[in-house]
């Protein structure tokens, strides 16, 4: 339990030190008229996340996953190449045509195409996909497993990983959360399957940036339109993630990365060290 032990100083440590921050950095932000307007829970999640990225590396020592291959990032060039850009590919082709069909429906008004609303949201998603695979799959995925296996090891993840979303969630949202918590719990399991499969995280990050680009870019370019249909495209906070259409949503998405991955053991069949059951070492210990 040695994992979880640590995991839980970490988790105890980081809200400590965002609970302490946070008064005097919005005090200061005050002062110069930055982020006029803004909540404290706002400040408060941002110096979550500094203090979350800060004790990073320790915790990745204590836990003994210092190193490239440790974490997941140890592939052939060519293969993180190809399956970040094959993951980038289907994510945001899974998120665009969920978008695509709440459209159709009314249930999103477009508003129109502007690049202006593009470049941000790119850029949210490559952050949040290498940061969180690296946490969650490559840190607490990676730790669990040495443990406990592979199958606890990627329920107990992708738990963590749901509940770890929804913890600043206000209680007006929570009935909206449970539809997302489960969405959300299957997406880690499958990125999860994704460093098991491929014994790296290049494909879980190109997956993760992809989703998270597609979605941020519908919603600068669309708005809420008709509200009979929110039960299944999901409403407020978590708008097409908790809604129940990102099920069968993510059963297609998973035939398309299994797919992916029989073509990339065919086409690299002789060179990938990380392929199956990960010859030549490259892949996760344990």
Avoid at 16 to 25: D, G, R, W, Y
Avoid at 164 to 182: C, I, K, Q, R
Wanted: aromatic share 14%; with cysteine; proline share 3%.
């Amino acid at each position: 339990m040695k994992t979880l032990r640590v995991l839980g100083i970490y988790t105890v440590v980081v809200l400590a030190a965002a609970l302490v921050l946070s008064f005097p950095v919005q005090w200061v932000c005050e002062q110069f008229g930055w982020f006029a307007g803004k909540p404290w829970g706002k400040f408060f999640r941002r110096c979550a996340m500094l203090a979350a990225l800060a004790g990073l590396w320790p915790t990745v020592r204590v836990l003994g996953l210092a190193g490239w291959q440790s974490l997941g990032l140890a592939s052939p060039a060519a293969l993180a190449v190809a399956r970040t850009a094959g993951g980038w590919a289907m994510g945001f082709g899974a998120m665009a045509l969920l978008g695509w069909v709440a459209v159709l429906t009314g249930n999103r008004v477009w508003e129109g195409f502007s690049w202006s609303e593009v470049g941000r949201p790119v850029t949210v998603g490559v952050a949040v996909g290498v940061f969180e695979e690296c946490f969650f799959r490559g840190v607490i995925f990676g730790a669990l497993r040495r443990e406990w296996g592979v199958a606890r090891a990627l329920w107990a993840s992708s738990a963590i990983y749901a509940m770890l979303h929804f913890w600043s969630a206000p209680p007006e949202a929570w009935m909206e959360a449970v539809a997302a918590l489960v969405s959300l719990t299957a997406l880690g399991a499958l990125l999860a399957w994704c460093y098991e499969r491929t014994g790296s995280l290049f494909l879980a990050m190109g997956v993760h940036a992809g989703a998270v680009a597609a979605l941020r870019i519908l919603l600068a370019l669309t708005h809420g339109g008709a509200t009979e249909l929110n039960w299944f495209f999901g409403s407020g906070a978590f708008t097409l993630v908790n809604g129940v259409a990102a099920w069968p949503l993510l059963a297609l998405l998973w035939l398309a990365l299994a797919g992916f991955e029989r073509w990339m053991a065919r086409l690299y069949a002789d060179g990938d060290q990380g392929m199956g059951a990960r010859r030549g070492g490259v892949g996760l210990s344990g």
